[in-house]
């Protein structure tokens, strides 16, 4: 049918059957085809097909392909910038077919860094020269310090991750057929290979995969409830942190809490949200639409720290997940509500108020700014440096708080805050209006004196000029 369609004629020279375990019908299959049958393992696309755990005899090939790559002439006439970029779009790239495929063993990757990092340093890939930059240094970004060469084990984990998203959103026959060879009915994945040469990648990969997604909620009858990120950067069962509970025991989805498209959550549960500080009412349902897994970086730029941030993106786009604030536990963690309406950054912004001696009705960041075009010069740089700097401080102590576990105190950020005042006051070259409300103020901030120069009188005569 395929030669007929096209007009193209396979080549039985170039062709081979894989047919497996099969035994009786495997000649009755040859004569059919006419092609002879292939074994394992065999190169296709100039990729080693094989069956089980990919070992280091295989992918040394590849190596051997980079380190030729990298002797001769190549090393000799190229300055260190040549040879940068060598690496980047030719040495680099020898190995990527590969590892969008098979995860790489550790001592293969090694010895490929090795090969990268004397060519770049000394020109020759067996030639070790001392250095005062360390390579991992060298490896990162323009922005951070480095030239931008990535590590093999960065590249073959990126990859990985990539054939990961692929099996968990299945959208072609591969990604079908390995779900169901090695997800199991409960719904865990497998821990042996069945004598799979890709699987052992996928499942390293998961983990990675899966804390970078989430769900966007649509009849919620592919999410499961407790394990799958979807009300929260993180899953229920995380949040819980309990071992003692069965978690391979429930199986539970989301969809069993929506009914009529709204939510109905059994009272046990709307306890458990309530203790967890989440407003399920919040996350608005799309019943109408299939559940849709979502790549957090590429949806909103995630980045470590940037979730207030995410959360108002998502909101603008539609989409609503139940957040928490780290400081107060209490509300929704947006941008809005970490900075301004926060307990604890509105108890530090009232105490900024009582120091400086003004009220200011409707927190915000314009509000703020506003305020300090009344004040005298030395008054509005403390108080321009105070709105900045405390919040750059709020969101250090709520990084603080969410990555480090750290305990944040009214007291410790105020210490912050009156370093910032003096530090201020060291920059400031403004002068104050010598009365007695910015007298007061500065004592209370407790920072050095600004007074305005004095108005010096000096008495005068003038006379009439003498004729002549």
């Given at each position: ?167 968990l959103n299945p959208k072609n026959e591969w990604s079908e057929f390995m779900r169901a060879k090695f997800i199991a009915k409960p719904g865990s994945f497998s821990t042996c290979t069945k004598g799979s040469s890709i699987w052992a990648g996928v499942r390293g990969a998961l983990e990675d995969v899966c804390s970078n997604s989430g769900w966007v909620i649509g009849d919620g009858s592919c999410i499961d ?164 700097g405390g919040t750059k401080l709020i969101w250090h102590a709520r990084n603080k708080k969410t990555f480090e576990d750290c305990i944040i105190t009214l007291d410790k950020e105020k210490r912050k805050w009156s370093k910032l005042f003096h530090d201020t006051a060291f920059l400031s070259k403004g002068r104050i209006y010598n009365n007695q409300s910015d007298f007061g103020i500065l004592r209370s901030l ?23």
């Amino acid at each position: 049918m395929y030669q007929e369609a096209s007009g193209q004629v396979f080549s039985s020279e170039k062709s081979k059957l894989f047919l497996g375990a099969m035994n009786n019908e495997k000649k009755q299959v040859k004569d059919i085809f006419g092609f002879d049958e292939g074994s394992l393992p065999e190169t296709y696309l100039g990729i080693p097909l094989i069956q089980g755990r990919v070992t280091k005899e295989i992918l040394r090939p590849l190596v051997d392909k980079i380190k030729k790559r990298a002797t001769g002439w190549a090393g000799s006439l190229l300055s260190i910038q040549g040879r940068a970029v060598l690496i980047k779009s030719v040495l680099r790239s020898i190995s990527i077919y590969s590892m969008s495929i098979y995860k790489w063993h550790t001592s293969v990757i090694k010895e490929g860094e090795r090969i990268l990092r004397n060519f770049f340093w000394s020109r020759e890939p067996d030639t070790k020269k001392a250095c005062v930059v360390v390579w991992d240094k060298v490896c990162k970004l323009f922005k951070e310090g480095g030239i931008n060469l990535r590590r093999l084990k960065e590249i073959n984990q990126s990859l990985m991750m990539k054939v990961t998203w692929n099996f968990l959103n299945p959208k072609n026959e591969w990604s079908e057929f390995m779900r169901a060879k090695f997800i199991a009915k409960p719904g865990s994945f497998s821990t042996c290979t069945k004598g799979s040469s890709i699987w052992a990648g996928v499942r390293g990969a998961l983990e990675d995969v899966c804390s970078n997604s989430g769900w966007v909620i649509g009849d919620g009858s592919c999410i499961d409830l407790w394990k799958d990120i979807w009300c929260s950067p993180i899953s229920l069962k995380d949040l819980i942190n309990n071992d003692n509970i069965p978690w391979k025991n429930l199986h539970a989805k989301v969809s069993s809490i929506i009914v009529n498209g709204r939510w109905s959550l059994p009272h046990n549960l709307l306890l458990l949200f309530h203790r967890l500080g989440m407003d399920i009412n919040s996350i608005k349902l799309n019943t109408n639409k299939a559940d849709r897994r979502v790549w957090k970086p590429d949806l909103v730029d995630f980045v470590m720290g940037s979730y207030p941030l995410m959360i108002d993106n998502l909101q603008k786009k539609g989409i609503y997940i139940v957040s928490r604030c780290r400081l107060c536990s209490k509300g929704a963690e947006t941008l809005a509500h970490l900075f301004w309406n926060c307990t604890f950054s509105s108890s530090l912004w009232s105490w900024l108020e009582t120091l400086f001696n003004i009220c200011i009705v409707e927190r915000n960041l314009k509000s703020l700014l506003l305020a300090g075009d009344t004040m005298s010069p030395y008054l509005k740089d403390l108080w321009i440096g105070a709105i900045w700097g405390g919040t750059k401080l709020i969101w250090h102590a709520r990084n603080k708080k969410t990555f480090e576990d750290c305990i944040i105190t009214l007291d410790k950020e105020k210490r912050k805050w009156s370093k910032l005042f003096h530090d201020t006051a060291f920059l400031s070259k403004g002068r104050i209006y010598n009365n007695q409300s910015d007298f007061g103020i500065l004592r209370s901030l407790g920072v050095p004196l600004h007074p305005s120069k004095s108005t010096v009188i000096k008495s005068c005569s003038w006379e009439l000029p003498r004729k002549g």
